[in-house]
Structures are given as C-alpha cells and as structure tokens.
C-alpha cells in the first residue's frame, strides 16, 4: 500500500452525493456481466458514467480471487487510486466482487479509505447505499443473497456482444479452486427471465449472446435441461448463442449430440482440461479422467466438425511429476486446442489444496513447464490456423482493429479474431470473410 489517506476508524457522514461513477473491471466473464448489470442499475437510479478516474465521484473495482496475482494487483491498482481522494475528500472507493468476498474486511483494514466492501452475491445494493449513507463507512456486506435487483439490460461496451448469466456460483469440488468460497452454490436463473433478457438485447441491436455460468452443463429449472434453454433462447431473435464454461464430467455424450441440432449455436467450445494426467486430475478432484476427457474431445469433433476447442491448464500442481507434466503435453497434441489458458499454479487459502497438499512444484520448475506448453499450444494454435487460409467464414463485425484502427475486427463462429478492411455500416453485421493469412492469434480476410 502506498500511502494512508484516512483512519481506519469508523468515518463519520459528512460527504456530498455522490454523482458520477467509474467502475474497473477485473477477473472473468461474469464479473463483465456484473458491472454491466451494475452500470444498468447506476443509470436508472440516475448516477452518470465516467471514465475519467479525476472526474469520478466514485470508484468500484470488480474483483478477482482466482489466483495470489489477481488480488495482489487490485491491492496495487488501490494504492494508485488512493491518490485521487487527495484532490477529492468526497472521493468514495467502493471494492466489490470475489476479493471482496474473499478478504472482507482485511481490506479496509489495508486500505483505510474503502468505503464498500460488497460480495458478489450483494454488489447491486451499491445504487442503494450510495443514495443513502449510513452511519459510519466502511459498509461491509458479504451476505449470501438471491438477487431481487429490478430487471435490467446489462451494459456492455460492445453493443454487439453481451454476456448473459444463467447461474451463479459452482457445487464442485475442485481442490485448487476459490470460486465456490466467493461465490457460493450453484443457483440457476429462471428460464423466462434469461430468454428475456437476451431477447431484450436482441432487441436493443445485440447479435451474439455467451451464456455463461461456472458449470452451465448443470443448469437445470423445474425439469428443465441446459439443452432445453439452448433450444428456448435459440428461438429468440439473437443470432448467435454460445456458453461458458462445460466442466468435462458433466458436458456428456448425449448433450454434446442434442446442441448439434441448434443452428444458432456456435461451434466453439471451452473446455478446461486443467491436467492430462488422470493422477494429477484426481488430486485436483475434477472427476474425470484423461481417457474420459480425450473421448469427450472426439465426441465434439464427431457432432461439429468445425468446431473449435480452448481449455484451461494448470502447471505445477501439487505433486506434479515430470512424467505427469508430460501427459498434458501429449493430450494437448491430441487434443489440437484453438487456444488455451494456462497458469502456474497458485495456493487459495482456504482450499482443499491449501489445506491438504504441499505445494512443492519448485516455482523455476513451474515456469520451466509453463514455458514449453506455451510453446507447443501456440505452435498447434498457428497450424489449426493455417488450415483456415483460402476458406470463407461467417464473421461478427464489432469494432476498430486494435493494432490498425483503420481496419475492423470481428469474430468467427468459432471465437477466433479476423482482422478486415471495410466501411464502418459493417459493424454489428455478419458478413462473408475469405481468409487469406492467418498466426497463432488473428485472422485476416477480404470481404466477399
Ligand atoms: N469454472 C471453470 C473455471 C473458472 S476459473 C472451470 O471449471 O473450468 C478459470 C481457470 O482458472 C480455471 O479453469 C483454472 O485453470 C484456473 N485456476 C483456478 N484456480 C487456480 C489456482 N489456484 N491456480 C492457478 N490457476 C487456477
Ligand atoms: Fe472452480 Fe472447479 Fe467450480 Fe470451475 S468447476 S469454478 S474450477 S470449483
Ligand atoms: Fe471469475 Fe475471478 Fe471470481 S475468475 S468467478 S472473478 S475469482
């Protein structure tokens, strides 16, 4: 922490209101969604947005727990903030997400002048709390919740793409994972209320939708099925639908089949495999094993054969052998993923792992290995890449090329990124593509 600009005492009231809000968002898909529903909820009780740090009269930062990493660099970014309550007494911090869950009041107790520390389960009280102040800062509430928020648009700063949550939480056990301390059991959103939600955005101009949850292949509502609800919001007048994450053991044979029968949904899948050692996969309690997870990839390709897979990968793990690290290489070759992510390990506190396995994979070790799956994933990214050259795919227009901003962006079916010239009526269109060079990340094509 850089510098204490207030007591860590209670605060007595004596602050104007506030009027302009700028919220930073850290962490997955679903904290995106959050702040989107947080902005819709901040507008309609008429606060505005700014994205000028010196012009806001508060600030929120959507927190990640999910590795040391993502809390120590909101920890950092807090300490930089800080200085803006110099020019700005009234300036209130608002930390709000799964760090917020994870560390409560550690951190006000580090960074004396947050304000709200609020879980992900009770973030959209903040438009409440902001009208009315309490007694004394810091509000602190990580009360499990049901979300009884009006219904609202979430915002996003891509008017062609939204996130849409069809449940919170995660009800597995994984031994490394924080999620299920920060956001609690699975709850799933009621079908009626997702299908309208993503039928208001398709109304409002959105394209595409990701349906996202920690394990969406468990979804269910009064008899319901995840596959139902593909077929229900296939039925609106979105576009494109697709959904985040399939946990292996739950994304089966027979689901895998039913998607195939929804034209609207694309062929991209997320997969996290995390290890291709059935061993590791069992001290980590993922609940498959590499065979199942091997067949579960050729299932996909047998039904989309188009399709393509990304994963997440965890090195180093507790007990990682080198003939356990080398299992995730030769299931990553087979496995021929579009993309992945892939982290070094990290120790949770309060996890199984944290509080049962050593964590003796030698950190020069991790990094060693991290650095040649790395290799190997992008050279298998370049290859499946390369195959696409002289094809013609369907892309979503959605904005300026970030490298050339003369040139548009968009996104296959599949997730990829194609770069292409163009006039600025093509945004939000799908539009024919030839591809006619392609690298491990990006595409680029000729409009047809
Ligand atoms: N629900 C999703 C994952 C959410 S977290 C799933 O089941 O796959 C996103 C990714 O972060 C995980 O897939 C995992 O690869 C990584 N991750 C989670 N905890 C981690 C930890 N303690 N250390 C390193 N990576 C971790
Ligand atoms: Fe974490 Fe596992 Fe749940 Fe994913 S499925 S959020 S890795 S506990
Ligand atoms: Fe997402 Fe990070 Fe929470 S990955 S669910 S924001 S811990």
């Known amino acids: 922490m850089t510098e204490i600009l207030a007591r860590n005492a209670p605060q007595t009231v004596r602050r104007s209101r506030p009027e ?56 950092g970014r807090l300490g930089e903030l800080s200085k803006y309550r110099r020019d700005n007494p009234d300036l209130r911090f608002a930390v709000i997400g799964c760090m917020a869950q ?42 499990r919740g049901t979300f009884d928020y009006e219904r609202v648009l979430p915002v996003n700063e891509n008017p062609w793409i939204n996130f849409v949550t069809i449940s919170r939480g995660c009800d ?52 319901q099925r995840f596959d139902d609800l593909i077929g229900r919001v296939s039925r609106t007048d979105i576009q494109r639908v697709r959904f985040m994450t399939s946990h292996p053991k739950d994304m089966t044979p027979d689901i895998v089949a039913r ?29 498959y094993t590499r065979r199942h997870y091997l067949e579960l990839v050729e299932s996909v390709r047998r039904h989309f054969p188009h399709a393509s897979i990304t994963t997440d990968i965890i090195v180093g793990f507790c007990g990682e052998t080198e003939a356990e690290f080398e299992e995730t290489l030769s299931a990553v070759d087979e496995s021929q993923f579009d993309s992945a992510f892939m982290f070094n390990y990290s120790v949770r506190p309060g996890t199984f792992a944290a509080e049962h396995l050593p964590d003796d994979v030698p950190e020069s070790t991790k990094q060693a290995r991290l650095s040649r799956l790395i290799e190997l994933q992008q050279r298998q990214a370049e290859e499946n890449n390369r195959r696409l050259v002289g094809q013609t795919l369907e892309v979503l227009v959605d904005g300026p090329s970030r490298r050339d901003p003369e040139r548009f962006k968009g996104k296959t079916r599949t997730n990829k990124t194609v770069v292409l010239d163009g006039q600025t009526d093509l945004l939000g269109r799908l539009v024919q593509v030839r591809i006619t060079q392609t690298d491990a990340w990006t595409l680029h094509g000729t409009l047809l």
Not at 179 to 193: A, C, K
Not at 259 to 287: D, N, T, W
Request: glycine share 6%; net charge negative; charged share 20%.
């Open 102 to 143: 994870n560390l409560g009041e550690a951190i006000p107790r580090q960074a004396p002048y947050v304000d709200y520390v609020l879980g992900p389960d009770q973030f959209y009280r903040l438009p409440e709390y902001l009208a009315r102040d309490p007694e004394s800062f810091p509000v602190i509430n990580l009360e």
């Open 172 to 223: 597995n056990i994984c031994a490394y994972c924080v999620v299920p301390r920060t956001r609690g059991h699975q709850r799933n959103r009621p079908p009626e209320e997702i299908v309208a939600e993503v039928q208001g955005l398709a109304r409002q101009g959105t394209v595409e939708v990701m349906l996202l949850g920690q394990n969406v292949n468990t979804w269910v509502h009064r008899g």
């Open 20 to 75: 302009s809000v700028l919220i930073e968002t850290y962490g997955c898909q679903m904290n995106l969604y959050d702040s989107g529903v947080l902005e819709a909820l901040l507008r309609n009780r008429g606060f505005e947005m700014t994205r000028d740090h010196a012009a806001a009269d508060v600030i929120v930062l959507n927190t990640c727990a999910i590795r040391e990493h993502a809390e120590s660099r909101v920890i």
């Open 259 to 287: 998607l195939a029968s929804y034209p609207k949904l694309c062929e991209h899948f997320h997969l996290p495999i995390q290890s291709g050692s059935s061993q590791v996969l069992s001290r980590m309690r993922r609940q």
